[in-house]
């Protein structure tokens, strides 16, 4: 299918599904890339733990949107599989603070260089930059949206 075929199609959809296409497009290479760490969308928190540590369980939740069994789910893979850490926080006994493991420190560099290379791919330039600030804007603002909903 050429670039035509997929304009035609796409002419009457929203933002929020051409930014849904560039996620899963993204998702897509960046797993073909890793494909040896048996990992699927729990990168994504592998990068937000190790972006915020000691981030709680239920920050991940708010951030990435993702029910709360869901992210139980992948932080006892994650765990299992040496990427992550619990701590129980200190100052709240029956929460856990997240940490990355060494395993993932060394993967979060790697992701970030796929990354970097698909961007550069797919045409995502400095130019670019008031826009990708303005979708990041949007972005936090439909998480506190949908913060206590």
Do not use: C
């Not at 899963?24 to 040896?36: D, G, R, S, W």
């Not at 929460?95 to 993932?104: D, E, F, H, I, V």
């Amino acid at each position: 299918m050429n670039g035509e075929s997929f304009q035609g199609i796409w002419d009457n959809s929203p933002l929020i599904a051409w930014i849904h296409n560039l996620s899963k497009n993204h998702f897509k290479y960046l797993k073909a890339k890793i494909n040896e760490f048996d990992l699927g969308h729990e990168i994504r928190y592998i990068m937000m733990i190790y972006d915020n540590p000691n981030i709680s369980q239920d920050d991940l939740v708010i951030m990435s949107g993702q029910s709360k069994g869901n992210i139980a789910k992948s932080l006892k893979k994650l765990e299992d599989d040496g990427y992550i850490k619990r701590e129980v926080n200190p100052e709240n006994r029956r929460k856990y603070m997240l940490r990355t493991t060494s395993k993932g420190d060394e993967l979060v560099p790697k992701v970030r260089q796929i990354s970097k290379d698909w961007e550069k791919e797919v045409g995502i330039t400095e130019d670019d930059k008031e826009v990708i600030e303005r979708i990041k804007e949007i972005a936090i603002n439909g998480m506190k949206l949908t913060e206590d909903l």
